[in-house]
T-cell receptor, first 109, second 116 residues
Framework: GQNIDQPTEMTATEGAIVQINCTYQ??????LFWYQQHAGEAPTFLSYNVLDGLEEKGRFSSFLSRSKGYSYLLLKELQMKDSASYLCVLMDSNYQLIWGAGTKLIIKP | GAVVSQHPSRVICKSGTSVKIECRSL??????MFWYRQFPKQSLMLMATSNEGSKATYEQGVEKDKFLINHASLTLSTLTVTSAHPEDSSFYICSAKGGESHYEQYFGPGTRLTVT
């Protein structure tokens, strides 16, 4: 079967850097996504990794290690608007999305 | 970029009534649409996958007679919650996928359903 683990909640300070980790187990893999979701809104796409390594996009970077079943989302220069839930999402061998429970990120001034 | 709309954004209905939620892809043809449900502080749960012109595929535990899905055109899918009960109160989100890409999925803004 498939399983996704990520911390339930994290707290960070405005202007700082935070890393949100995600570990997964799956029998088939077609990529890993990170989504951001503000309360009461639909998720918005942040990143997609299918090969090992780091993908950088502005203040956000995402890393993948397929052999370790591990990914992280790195947020730099944190802003108050970054307070949201961050969802680690696996795409399985059937191209179906398996959603993690999400990490609620709280940014403090 | 691709835009997906949902209507209504919020709806309150009485127990026992039916509610229809529309999901439209505004600037692309959606060959596949997905319906998700999200309870407070929980992740999205896929309810069903619908392909234009064919019957929806429901996830285990989702009652197809209660959650009617119609994907009549390449730009419109509807979800009807029949005989709604308070426990159906949730955030319903649709997403749409077009073309051959497997990973380009575009989300609607969601519909907040409250059943009293």
């Amino acid at each position: 079967g498939q399983n996704i683990d990520q911390p339930t909640e994290m707290t960070a300070t405005e202007g700082a850097i935070v890393q949100i980790n995600c570990t997964y187990q799956t029998s088939g893999f077609n990529g890993l996504f990170w989504y951001q979701q503000h309360a009461g809104e639909a998720p918005t796409f942040l990143s997609y990794n299918v090969l090992d390594g780091l993908e950088e996009k502005g203040r956000f970077s995402s890393f993948l290690s397929r052999s370790k079943g591990y990914s992280y989302l790195l947020l730099k220069e944190l802003q108050m608007k970054d307070s949201a839930s961050y969802l680690c999402v696996l795409m399985d061998s059937n191209y179906q999305l398996i959603w993690g429970a999400g990490t609620k990120l709280i940014i403090k001034p | 970029g691709a835009v997906v709309s949902q209507h209504p954004s919020r709806v309150i209905c009485k127990s026992g009534t039916s509610v229809k939620i529309e999901c439209r892809s505004l600037d692309f043809q959606a060959t596949t649409m997905f319906w998700y449900r999200q309870f407070p502080k929980q992740s999205l749960m896929l309810m069903a996958t619908s392909n234009e012109g064919s019957k929806a595929t429901y996830e285990q535990g989702v009652e197809k007679d209660k959650f009617l899905i119609n994907h009549a055109s390449l730009t419109l899918s509807t979800l009807t919650v029949t005989s709604a009960h308070p426990e159906d109160s949730s955030f319903y989100i649709c997403s749409a996928k077009g073309g051959e890409s497997h990973y380009e999925q575009y989300f609607g803004p969601g519909t907040r359903l409250t059943v009293t």
